[in-house]
């Protein structure tokens, strides 16, 4: 099984991905260790086929809708506080605070993949303010903060 988190926003939001250091554009491919190698890819709710957006989550209110799933992001009380979580955790933070700069506010949730229909969402409020580093951004499973700038 694996865990999702889920960021929504009334804006658009980047898709692709995000963090990965390539030791050179004619190179995309070759980093100079793991940690370089590690980014986290964003998944839009579009799809290409049927040219409609879909919810991730029901639980999410806005439009626009990324996907993102790594091991190393972990659940609350499942940290293991090392570098490469540390870094995915850090790319998470960076793009969450391009997004609420960009929107001043945005939806983040987490769930086990298929479980997202499910009732019983743990939902909260928080201000961006009181986020202060990336593992402030670490959440149970099935919980949703609505983020405001």
Known sequence: MTQYFYIASPKKLKTGVVGSKPISPAQPNVFKDELDATGLFFEANYDAEIKKRFD????????YQVA????L???KHEERCNRD???CLTLLY???KKAIMK???????TCINGT?????WDEKSATWSNIKA???LVLNDRECWRIIS
Do not use: Q, T, W
């Not at 991730?56 to 439009?63: C, D, G, I, Q, W």
């Not at 001043?104 to 949730?109: D, H, K, L, S």
């Not at 997202?116 to 019983?120: I, S």
């Open 68 to 71: 993102v799933s790594h091991n």
């Open 73 to 75: 992001l972990p659940l």
């Open 94 to 96: 960076e793009y969450m």
């Open 56 to 63: 991730y989550a029901p639980v999410l209110s806005f439009k």
């Open 85 to 87: 979580e540390e870094r």
């Open 116 to 120: 997202e229909e499910r009732d019983g």
């Open 103 to 109: 929107s001043g506010v945005i939806e983040v949730c």
């Open 134 to 136: 990336p593992y402030d």
